[in-house]
């Protein structure tokens, strides 16, 4: 006779049974990570702190303290003025620093330690603080680097050489003369830092900055950090 078979019932498989090992597998690799990056932060820092401690300073940070800045009104009040201003010789001049005229000759000094003359559109070195290759901020000892400069009333230029000293610069014959020596102590303390100068209107008095008895001009940032006033 006739057979009613049953219906066969549809089986699903699964990876139910490799699923705890492969958590177990995660599990070790997630604690090997974590040991491992342990185990590289502590030979960072240890070395780290034990050099801070160790290791000198090479500045001597001050506490500083500031008044109420004034409001913007008068005078500070904000204006867009400079963004009508033209640029002039764009490009052709490296780190300018002040600008002196005669008549209708401006002249200023560049990062290499040179003289200007700018005239008609021209750029002409009309003398140089130093000697030597000047590429890099560490030649500028040798190199000079002015920083002010203001015209006299005879028609010459006096100049701050940041690491030289106060010099006076006939444009015209193109004469260099050191006034002072940077290596001159002033109350007993020798300049590093010859910034900027004014002169009297008769041409009798010179009075000049001198930024810092300790930092010199290329190591600026770390004057900035200590905030001393050894100026």
Do not use: H
């Not at 089986?11 to 974590?34: H, I, L, M, N, Y």
């Not at 930024?211 to 905030?227: I, N, P, T």
């Amino acid at each position: 006779g006739l057979r009613q078979r049953r219906p066969l019932r549809s089986q699903v498989v699964t990876d139910d049974g490799q699923a705890p090992e492969a958590k177990d597998g995660s599990s070790f690799s997630g604690r090997v990570f974590r040991v491992t990056f342990l185990m590289l932060a502590v030979s960072l820092t240890v070395p780290l702190l034990g050099a801070m401690l160790l290791l000198e300073s090479p500045i001597d940070p001050q506490p500083l303290s500031f008044k109420e800045p004034p409001l913007l009104l008068g005078v500070l009040q904000p204006n867009m003025k400079l963004q009508q201003a033209e640029r002039l010789f764009e490009n052709q001049l490296t780190g300018p620093e002040s600008i002196a005229n005669i008549g209708d000759v401006m002249f200023t000094g560049t990062a290499d330690g040179q003289i200007v003359k700018l005239e008609n559109g021209e750029i002409e070195t009309i003398a140089r603080l130093g000697s030597g290759p000047c590429k890099t901020r560490d030649d500028e000892p040798a190199c000079g680097r002015p920083l002010g400069i203001r015209a006299g009333p005879n028609g010459t230029l006096f100049v701050a050489g940041a690491y030289k000293g106060l010099f006076e610069v006939n444009p015209w014959k193109r004469e260099v003369k050191l006034l002072i020596s940077s290596e001159t102590p002033i109350e007993g303390r020798k300049m590093s830092f010859v910034n900027d100068l004014t002169i009297t209107r008769d041409g009798r008095k010179i009075y000049f900055t001198d930024s810092s008895s300790k930092w010199q001009r290329r190591d600026y940032l770390l004057l900035v950090m200590e905030g001393t006033d050894d100026g």
